[in-house]
């Protein structure tokens, strides 16, 4: 089967890209030019006909990439042409007219270059990565991943265990051989280094999810506090409804941004207060859902409401940025209701959150908010080279490995071999998931290796 699809992104552009890959691709460019194959990858100027007719869709260059030498493995080709909506559905129409030759499911030729071992599941990933990446840091982290770096980490720590279980079944199937004196040790030593590296790439405070998923804002607090305000002020757009009325915002809003590179998602949620209507007491119970999730809250207040505690109850300085909203407002009297709101209303390790006043309606002090969130994502996005995790598929693999190596050492004597070999498999099997390569043959091939059995 040979499959089709446009590359570039649709729509009017200068050029239009067409990519073909399978075992027909050769053919496929012959009955579109009615010439032999052009050399392989030298772009080179062709009439496109029409199958069935030989009517001229368009002029254009032809790149010819013969397999294996080729992004998927298979022979490939690559069709440019205008990228006008006619010429590309014109193109589509002939290629469908040909025998066993169909449009490409989406994300289809990366995923025949993983199964064609062009590359592992990683560097797949962080293909889609790159593509969907909005900020520098984004990309940054998706061709450190393309690059093969993560890949060489799990690898290693993947040879580490193969060679482990590579001793343990050569105990288990020849018994009669001697193992040398300090293999157990050995064996021993190994697997506390891959746990303990294991351990320290967990332990990355989930850097990786945020910068290729975004940092998430939740902006929560009363009705009428002025959260959908400063949600449009955020975004410099009209993303939420502004009303006086309270409960205008009923469901979660969202919107991404892109603060100093950092990738975030803000949220605007409903109004927190006890309500009787359905539909907002849904909206009430997303918005203390979204607050959960969230990786910093901002809680936003004004000075006529002060029965706020309950939406504080459960923050830290760490997540969360209390905004005193509409500053403008003149109260009355003193005390301040700064200190009302620090020491009557805080629990004691409250004290200490950021208190910011602004009137967003009058544009005040909200330089100071946003610098605030901006020192949030500087301590949250402090990137390191050990940060290897992007995925939480990555995350499950990891830990489960951990848990597999756990079970291995607490079993100490030589007769629980059979089992630990079990755990070891388990513990390998989930490394080469990550990257995408289970291959048993691989241990037997380092028995005979590390072993001269039956000299």
Not at 106 to 131: R, Y
Not at 137 to 148: T, V
Not at 328 to 353: A, E, S, V
Not at 357 to 363: G, V
Request: aromatic fraction near 4%; include cysteine; proline fraction near 3%.
């Amino acid at each position: 089967m040979t499959i089709y699809a446009l590359s570039s992104g649709p729509g009017i552009s200068g050029v239009a890209v067409i990519r073909l890959s399978g075992q027909d691709t050769s053919k496929v460019i012959q009955l579109l030019t009615g010439k032999e194959l052009p050399k392989p990858r030298v772009a080179t100027l062709r009439k496109i006909n029409k199958i069935n007719t030989s009517e001229l869709i368009d002029e254009g260059l032809i790149l010819w990439f013969p397999g294996p030498e080729s992004y998927t493995g298979e022979d490939m080709a690559e069709i440019q042409v205008h990228g006008s909506k006619a010429v590309v559905d014109a193109l589509h129409s002939s290629l469908s007219d040909i025998e066993n030759c169909r449009l490409a499911e989406p994300g289809e030729f990366t995923k025949l270059a993983f199964q064609n071992g062009k590359i592992n599941l990683l560097k797949a990933e962080s293909i889609a990565d790159l593509i969907s990446s909005e900020t520098e840091i984004q990309r940054q982290q998706a061709i450190k991943i393309m690059n093969g770096k993560s890949a060489d980490q799990f690898n290693f720590l993947r040879e580490k265990l193969l060679k482990i279980l590579s001793h343990v079944e050569a105990k288990i199937d020849f018994p009669d051989e001697d193992l040398p004196n300090n293999i157990l040790n050995e064996i021993k030593n190994s697997s506390d280094e891959v746990m303990v590296k294991i351990k320290k790439i967990l332990n990355d405070q989930k850097v990786g999810e945020r910068i290729r998923e975004g940092f998430k804002i939740a902006i929560v607090g009363p009705t009428n506090a002025g959260k959908s305000s400063l949600m449009n002020y955020l975004s410099n757009r009209d993303v939420a409804i502004v009303s006086e009325i309270a409960g205008t915002t009923r469901d979660v809003i969202e919107t991404h941004l892109n603060i100093d590179g950092y990738p975030v998602i803000i949220s605007d949620t409903a109004g927190i207060r006890d309500s009787k209507d359905e539909i907002e007491k849904k909206g009430i119970k997303l918005a203390l859902q979204k607050a959960e999730e969230s990786d910093l809250k901002i809680v936003v207040l004004h000075p006529e409401n002060l029965d706020f505690k309950p939406f504080l109850e459960d923050s830290n300085s760490e997540n969360t940025i209390v905004v005193l909203n509409k500053s403008d407002i003149k109260l009355g009297r003193p005390p301040g209701i700064r200190n009302y709101f620090r020491f009557n209303h805080l629990g004691k390790n409250l004290k200490d959150i950021n208190i910011i006043h602004t009137s967003i309606k009058e544009e005040e002090n909200l330089v100071n908010l946003i610098n605030a969130i901006k020192e949030k994502l500087k301590n949250k996005f402090i990137s390191s080279d050990d940060i290897l995790i992007t995925r939480e598929r990555h995350r499950q693999h990891l830990q489960q490995c951990l848990d597999h190596l756990n079970n291995f050492n607490q079993k100490k004597e030589i007769e629980d071999f059979d089992k630990a070999a079990e755990d070891l498999r388990l513990a390998t099997r989930h490394l080469g998931m990550i990257v995408g390569k289970v291959d048993v043959e691989e241990i037997l091939g380092s028995i005979f290796n590390d072993f001269c059995i039956g000299k």
